[in-house]
């Protein structure tokens, strides 16, 4: 069996799809797992989907996917723009990352146009709603094909 792909939630994003539609739509965070888990399925890919309100689990869940996981997508939320433990964990592994994000940060405040974790991942993706995370599995299944090969 292949190692599977970690995609990891940060704060709040537990709340999808019951607050802010305007901002962020209205599915909710399992109905970004269930999309999520389809696209894979296509590369016959295997998910590890979690979500967390705490930095400290995002951390350990992040080592784990070094030891673990082929592949990370992460959408830290908010510690996108504040976690350099999250920045320092990122650098510590060697699996590849790409960054996600619902909406579009640049269209917003200014504090969310700088990423801390931007500099340690593949590629970053967002402002395409729920797809922001089919297009990052897309794009590291064919990645992971290409390192295969
Ligand atoms: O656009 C994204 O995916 C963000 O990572 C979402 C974060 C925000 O801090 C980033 O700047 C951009 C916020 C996630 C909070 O999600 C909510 C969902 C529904 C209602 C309230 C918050």
Redesign the pocket.
Known sequence: MSKPIYVLN????????????E??GHATLEDVRNRVNTRAAQYELAIEFRQSNTEGELVDWIQEAGANAAGLII???????TSVAILDALLATDVPCIE??????FQ??E??HHSYISVACVGVI??FGVK?YELAVEALAERLDAAES
């Open positions: 940060g704060p709040n994003l537990n709340l999808l799809g019951q607050r802010e539609p901002v962020y959408n830290a939320g908010a510690y996108t723009h996600v994000h619902l909406s579009n940060v917003r405040e504090f969310r967002c402002g922001s």
